[in-house]
């Protein structure tokens, strides 16, 4: 996943986000990258530890959403996915991707009671 568009950059930005996740059981996983591996609910996760390689404009990170409807969207286009609010730190890019804002992360936590 890619933005399309990088808007602003050096950024150190906290706060919160939507991710799109695909659920197995009661296990959270990523759509593309890191797909195998589970994420930890309640802890900081850091991006390196899901990193698959690649080339980018801008450095690696997490893509969250700015808005629980733009992915919404996301989960209606792929039709899978669960939409999940998260918190990130560390937010460097702002972008958009398929014309929906994203803030890339390198921390992000995913919050526990968020997987109902």
């Not at 698959?52 to 919404?72: C, M, N, R, V, W």
């Not at 996301?74 to 990130?88: C, H, T």
Request: with cysteine; net charge positive.
């Amino acid at each position: 996943m890619c933005l399309d568009t990088v808007t602003k950059i050096n950024l150190d930005k906290s706060g919160v986000g939507w991710k799109v996740f695909v659920m197995r059981g009661d296990k959270v996983y990523g759509l593309y990258y890191g797909e195998k591996q589970a994420r930890t609910i309640n802890i900081w996760l850091k991006e390196k530890d899901f990193r698959d390689g690649g080339e980018l404009q801008y450095p690696y990170g997490f893509h969250i959403y700015t808005s629980k409807g733009d992915a919404a969207k996301w989960v209606f286009a792929l039709e899978r996915g669960k939409v999940i609010r998260v918190k990130y730190r560390k937010g460097h890019t702002l972008g958009t991707q398929v014309d929906r804002g994203v803030i890339v992360a390198k921390e992000m936590l995913i919050l526990p009671n968020q997987l109902k």
